[in-house]
């Protein structure tokens, strides 16, 4: 069973595009902060408005003839600057020089349009470091801000990055469970619950395949049925529990001697058992079946039914070769059984092939 990779690949792009996101939205304020810069302080400080205050009264000094003129341009650059924003500080300055500056057409005295050119002097130098204060506490503001949300974006990064990496243990956590629960699904599927060992549907599917197998390999393949001997009197004699630890001695037997890679051992049913070779011959075959009866004489358990007084095996063994790779499943199962009827039938204990 595979595991979803593009499942978790999901949360992994959901937080790299939070961190793009994260970091383009401080572009933005970034940007953002330089334009309100821009327009807040171009508005704050008109103080190009002074400036022409300041040379209308410089040409009221030269010209005084022209005082309606430059009346009209000075107090219209004097409204249009009066009518900005002003600190609490900034409006008490300005108060005081907008009486100067109404007074200062009243007197119509040269001496004083002198007097109101270093008085809109002093005005810009004074916005400018207004300003300046003013700009320095903004931009300390604006990196309080700023740092707040750098670190608030860390802490979300960093939140959601834990929260990636645990759903991504979780997921294969989940699958890894998920795996081995179909794995021990067709695992019981395919085994038989007391031996261990294949069972008789795994059996009847692999038998299906082998004269198929055999005959595009060219391979002699082989098909043994074995049964206990007078196991009915076992159980009898000795009881179902002893039966079932003869019965898993045989099979650990049966699996230990026959585990090589083209080896398959069952439990057909009851005490019938069988083994599928593929890749043998005769003369390796007889060899292995021969070990295998040693090795269950070596068990030595007590049968009192048998005439060896210990328990023992008969066997009906197929090769299948190519004068019977027509053969169906059903046909070579019947002729295994037909050979382990002649191996009882000669006195058990042995093997019919």
Do not use: C
Request: net charge positive; aromatic share 14%; no cysteine.
């Amino acid at each position: 069973m595979k595991l979803n990779y593009k499942l978790l690949a999901l949360p992994i792009i959901v937080l790299l595009g939070l961190v793009y996101i994260s970091f383009m939205f401080s572009s933005e304020i970034e940007k953002l902060k330089n334009q309100i810069d821009n327009i807040y302080f171009g508005n704050f400080i008109p103080v190009h408005k002074l400036h022409i205050i300041k040379s209308e009264y410089k040409n009221l000094i030269n010209k005084p003839t022209e005082l309606l003129k430059s009346k009209n341009i000075i107090l219209e650059n004097w409204n249009y600057y009066n009518s900005q924003y002003k600190t609490i500080q900034e409006r008490e300055v300005v108060n005081k020089i907008n009486k100067q500056v109404t007074n200062s057409f009243k007197k119509r005295n040269i001496q004083f349009y002198d007097y109101m050119t270093k008085q809109i002097d002093l005005l810009i130098q004074y916005e400018v470091s207004s300003a300046s204060v003013q700009r320095k506490d903004f931009l300390e503001k604006y990196d309080s801000v700023k740092n707040y949300l750098f670190y608030n974006q860390i802490f979300i990064i960093i939140f959601i990055g834990i929260f990636v990496v645990i759903t991504i243990i979780s997921t294969i956590k989940n699958h890894n469970k998920l795996e081995y629960l179909v794995n021990k699904y067709k695992s019981d599927s395919i085994t038989d619950g007391l031996t261990g060992l294949y069972n008789r549907k795994y059996f009847d599917s692999i038998l299906d395949e082998t004269t198929v197998v055999s005959y595009e390999n060219n391979w002699e393949s082989a098909f043994v049925m074995i049964d206990i001997d007078f196991f009915k009197q076992y159980n009898d004699t000795y009881g179902h529990d002893a039966g079932d630890i003869a019965l898993k001695t045989v099979a650990n037997v049966l699996d230990t001697l026959f585990k090589d890679e083209y080896d398959y051992v069952f439990r057909l049913g009851g005490e019938e058992f069988g083994i599928l070779i593929f890749n043998i011959n005769r003369v390796t075959l007889e060899k292995r079946l021969k070990i295998l009866q040693n090795a269950i004489a070596a068990q030595k358990i007590k049968h009192s039914a048998s005439k060896t007084n210990f328990l023992t095996l008969s066997m009906g063994v197929v090769l299948i070769d190519k004068k019977i790779y027509h053969m169906s499943r059903t046909d070579i199962y019947k002729l295994a059984d037909k050979k382990l009827y002649q191996s009882k039938e000669y006195g058990r204990d042995q093997y019919t092939l």
